[in-house]
C-alpha cells in the first residue's frame, strides 16, 4: 500500500514530466519527418457512412455468431464440464477428447473440416453461414467448458456434501446448490470469452460467411479504400467489445 | 478379525439396534484411518465420539452417511446398507441428518430455501408444508426472526443452529453430528449445544464427535473413544471419564480433563 502511494508521488516528480514532454517532442519531430500527410489527408472515411447500411447488416451477422458463441457455449459447455465430473470413466475420457480437440485445432481448420469434409463423408450440404454457425458453436462450447468446469471447481467441496447429506436428487443438487454460485463466480471469464468469440468470428470471412468482416473485405474490394473500411470495422468491433467489458464490471459488481 | 468390539453400554438396552457397523475399514493411500470399527446403536442412544485429533473421528461418522466410502466391512442403518446402490444411499440420507463443522450453508440462498430445499426437492413435501416446517424449526432452535436473512448476514452460532434445522426439516430418524461447535466463537458454542441438548431429551438418535467435554459427560448415554483408527473405548460417561481403559485413553483424558 506504502509502495504503491511513494509510486504516485514519484510519477508527480519534475522529472517524469519532463521525460513525458521530451518523448512527445520526439513522437513531433518523427510524425513531422515521417509520416504521408499528403496520403493521410486523402482517406476519405464517407465511404463508411456510404456504406453504413451493408455494415449494418454484417455487424447483425456478426452479433448473431457471438449469440451463437455465447448461448451454445454456454449450455453446451456446462452439460460437458458437468459430464466431465462423471463417474464413468469413459464418459470423461470422451468429453475431454472433444474439448483438447477443438481447443487444439485452428479455429480455421475445423471450418474447413466442417464446410468441406463434412459433406463428402455425410451427404449433408451446408450453406457457409451453417456451417459457421456449426463451427463456432462446437468451438465455444469446448471453451465455455473449460470455464464452466473452473467454476464448478471453485464451489466449497462442503456444499456437495451438504447436498449429498440431505439425499437431493442429482438434479437439484446442479441447478439449485452447485450451478449458481459457480456461474455467478464465472461472469467475468464467460463475457471474456464472449467478446474474444465476437472479434474471432472474423474468421468466417474465410467462407465468405457474410459478416462484418466479410462485408469489409467486399466493400473494400469494390471502392478500395482498405484503410477507411478496416479501420472502421476495428472501431466497430472495439466499441462494441469494450460496451460489453464495461457491462460485465457493473455486473459483477451489482453480483457482489 | 473383529477388530476392535466392546461391549456395549447402551442406556435403553430394550430398544431396537439401528446402526450396526460390521468391521469396517477404511484407507487413504496407504494410510489405514479406520482399522476394524464394530459397534451397534440403539434406537434413542445419544452417543459421544471422542479422541484426539487425526484418530478417525470425523471419518468415521462420515462413513454412516455415506459421505466417506469404505474399503472393507458393511454398514447397516435403518432399513439400508452400506456400501450400496447409489438411489438407495440417497434414500438412507434423507432419513439420516448430519450437520457439519462448517455448517455447509447454500450462502446464495436464504435461510428459509436453505431449510425447505430438502423437504421440497428429496421428499416431495409441498411448499406449503416445508414453509411451516421452516419456520416451526427455526423456532424451535431460537432464531425464528431470521427466516429471510441469508447465512453471511447470521453469527456462526445463528448459522449451525440454521444447518440444524435444515437436516430435522428432513424429519430423520438418526442425526449425527461432526464436531458442531469446533468452529464457533467460544460465546456461541453455547447456545449450539442447548440446541442439540434439548435435541437429545427429545428422544432423537445422535452420534456427536465433540471435544466438549462436559457436554458429552452430561447428555451422552455412551461416550466412544477413537484413536489411530480403532474405537477402544465405549461406556457410560461416569465410567469412560472416571476410569481409564488403557494408557491411551489415561493420556487422553489428563489432556482434556
Redesign the interface.
Known sequence: MFALEEQVEEKRSPWGLVAVMATLALIGVAAWKYVNWQLLASLDFSVVWDYRLALAKGLMVTLYLTAIAGLCGLTAGTVLAALSQSRLALVRWVVVAYVELFRNTPILVQLIWIHFALPVFTGWNTTALQSGTIAIALQASAYFSEIVRGGIESV?K??W??A??????AR?TWG??IL??AL?SMIPALVNLTISFFKASSILSVLQVSELMTITNRISNAVYKPIELFTAAAVIYFVLGYILSQLTLRLERAAK | MEGSRVETSSAAAETPVVISVENIRKSYGSFEVLRGISTEIREKDVTCIVGPSGGGKSTFIRTLNGLEPINEGRIRILDYTLPGWRKETEQLRRSVGMVFQSFNLFMHLTVRENITLGPTAALKVSRDEANARAERLLDRVGIGNQVDKYPGQLSGGQQQRVAIARALAMEPKIMLFDEPTSALDPEMVKEVLEVIRDLAASGMTMLVVTHEMGFAREVAHRVFFMADGVLSVDADPETFFASPKDERHAAFLSKVL
Open positions: 466449497p462442503g456444499q456434501e451438504a449429498y447429506a440431505l439425499g437431493l436428487p437439484t439449485r446448490v449458481p454460485p455467478k
